[in-house]
């Protein structure tokens, strides 16, 4: 069988996530480093959209968008899956990996809403609103006290996806995380990072 291959760096909080999963998932993959800013042809020729990451299953597949191939992880994984395989549970799992993935969104928006655009052309009540909606994503999550994991005792993609979250916005937009105000998010965040998963995939600065 073909190793698959992740496409992406780890700067990128979606590629970071997959990257993890396979790892926690012990299921084998090779990695290229990709930077779709630094290298956009490379980044059309995988994907049509010019995105990561991208997870290449054989010489004539290829899957794209992280919740997807996530999806499609877990289910290789079966008894090892990360995400409840049916029920509330399942429906639990995958709100919470919602609001996370859409903290993500809304926040790697405002970033690019400054760092793509001259000064005079940034469109600051459009970036206030990104901010504040990746906020309300960040006070649900955090409303949601880890008992140690946010689903319970059992580790979870919702747990590696809010880990991985807080992680990247400690970095590229702490405005977001006021000192003291997510204790819970800080703490989950600190936990993931010291599993050797989280440590084997670390963040990568710009």
Sequence with gaps: MTTMKLI???LSPYTRRVAIALTLLDIPHEREYLSVTADPQRGLSINPVGRVPALQISASETLIESAAILDYLMELAGP????PPHGKPRRDC??????????????VNAIYEVRRRPAEKVHEPWRQLLLSQATGGLKALE???PHPWLMGEHFSMA????????????VMLPELLPPGVYPNLEALATA????????AHPLETP
């Design 94 to 107: 995958l709100r919470l990996m919602a609001w996370g993935s859409g903290v993500l969104d809304k926040a």
């Design 80 to 83: 090892k899956t990360l995400v």
């Design 159 to 170: 747990d590696v996806t809010a880990g991985v979250t807080v992680s990247f916005l400690r």
């Design 192 to 199: 993931c990072e010291a599993l050797p998963a989280f440590k």
């Design 8 to 10: 992406g760096r780890n």
């Design 143 to 145: 409303a949601v006290e």
